[in-house]
């Protein structure tokens, strides 16, 4: 058994695919013997040291330099407290292995305890360095140059599709990865449905309200599905910088009523409202996985996505989802009414989908990494 540190760029109170990734993979690890500790970013809040389900939680200091004089000031202040931080969490917790989740401040500092401490170091992305909403790598010279190093020195780097380590090897010098596809919480509500003429159809979309996640793009396809299905809504989980502006664009085109953001929402909220639609959209810009997809086959609910990165990798096309070009809000809107008018279809997509949901699961995803970390620890 192992001693891991999951060091992750972000953990609860937060709520995203990773801090979903790094809670699932703790809890199925520890179920399996090993010792798990997970140590996240400190954004202010001094929450110290946390239990949550079980796991002790480190929430460490990451300042990092900025091309700013008083940036560079705050950093020459606040890094060697910084670093006795991060080296008192290795003395108490004895991590035999740290696993970087999501490359950010977190990675630099890890990179640096593996380096000091002689302790392998595991690398999984998450898609951070292609779908970050501020593009951190391509402002960040110094996250650019930690990631190039981490990989150059770690025993293993994952991602959750080919699409992630394609562009590791491009931009970062990856020779070679590991794709690890994430879980779905099996506990989420499935079934087998009836897909038949809504009275009012429910289009459902989740995820973080950012302008990658085109959410703008389903706005505008609304009014075309409308010319066919009236009285068709759609209802968002999810919120964040976006939303105010999503608002204003469905106000602004009389959609007022038929556009809500719910802000987010709870697991159990997210699988209900992916059971109640009729379809759910993915209209991403760039997407590195798309766990959404998931749990839409788990809730048996066709999927329509963009036709880009870890989604064209996990949709089968006309088999398991409708993949459209992203930002094509006529297409976006035709793959809707195919489903909700053609109840064949809906079905049949429905089906494949609760069969490809069967080869995703947390267990798995503890199984790869038991045989990445065997293999660093020999």
């Known amino acids: 058994m192992s ?38 970013v400190d954004r202010g809040e001094r929450l110290g040291v946390r239990t949550v389900d079980g796991i002790t939680v480190r929430y460490l200091p990451t300042p990092l330099p900025a091309a700013r004089w008083g940036s560079l000031t705050r950093f020459a202040r606040g890094a060697p407290a910084a670093w006795r931080a991060w080296r008192d969490a290795a003395r108490a917790d004895r991590p035999n292995l740290l696993h970087v989740h999501c490359f950010g401040p977190n990675g630099v500092y890890a990179v640096s ?23 951190a790598f391509g402002h960040s010279w110094l996250l650019r140059r930690a990631l190039t190093a981490a990989i150059r020195d770690s025993a293993a780097v994952t991602a959750p599709t080919q699409s992630v380590l394609d562009d590791l090897s491009q931009r970062f010098g990856l020779g070679a990865g590991v794709v690890v596809p994430n879980g779905v919480d099996r506990d989420g509500r499935a ?8 009275a009012a159809p429910i289009i459902a979309a989740v995820g973080r309200v950012e ?45 007022a009523e038929a556009v809500e953001v719910l802000g987010w929402l709870d697991p159990p909220d997210v699988a209900d409202l992916l059971a109640q639609a ?55 809107a035709q ?44």
């Open 3 to 40: 001693r891991i540190a999951l060091v992750s760029s972000s953990f609860a109170p937060y709520r995203g695919g990773v801090e979903e990734h790094v809670r699932h993979t703790a809890a199925a690890l520890t179920a399996r013997g090993h010792e798990v500790v997970v140590w996240t």
């Open 113 to 135: 305890l593996a380096r000091r401490l002689g302790l392998p170091l595991v690398v999984t992305s998450h898609g951070e360095t292609t779908g970050d909403d501020h593009d």
């Open 335 to 378: 793959a809707c009414v195919r489903i909700l008018t053609d109840t064949t279809l809906a079905g049949t997509l429905s089906a494949a989908g609760s069969v490809a949901v069967q080869s995703f699961s947390w267990d798995a995803v503890a199984d790869a990494y038991e045989r990445i970390y065997s293999a660093a620890l020999r």
């Open 211 to 255: 302008p990658i996640k085109g959410f703008d793009v389903l706005v505008d396809a609304l009014p075309l599905v409308r010319h066919t299905m009236a009285s068709a809504r759609v209802l968002i989980g999810g919120d964040g910088s976006a939303a105010a502006g999503l608002r204003a664009q469905a106000d602004a085109a009389g959609l």
């Open 278 to 332: 009729d379809v759910v959209v993915v209209p991403s810009r760039r997407e590195a996985f798309g766990i959404v997809v998931l749990e839409a086959w788990r809730a048996g609910t066709p999927v329509v996505a963009s036709r880009v990165d870890g989604l064209g990798e996990l949709i089968d096309d006309g088999a398991t989802g409708i993949l459209v070009p992203p930002g094509d809000a006529a297409a976006l």
């Open 191 to 198: 079934g087998d449905r009836v897909h038949a003429p809504a």
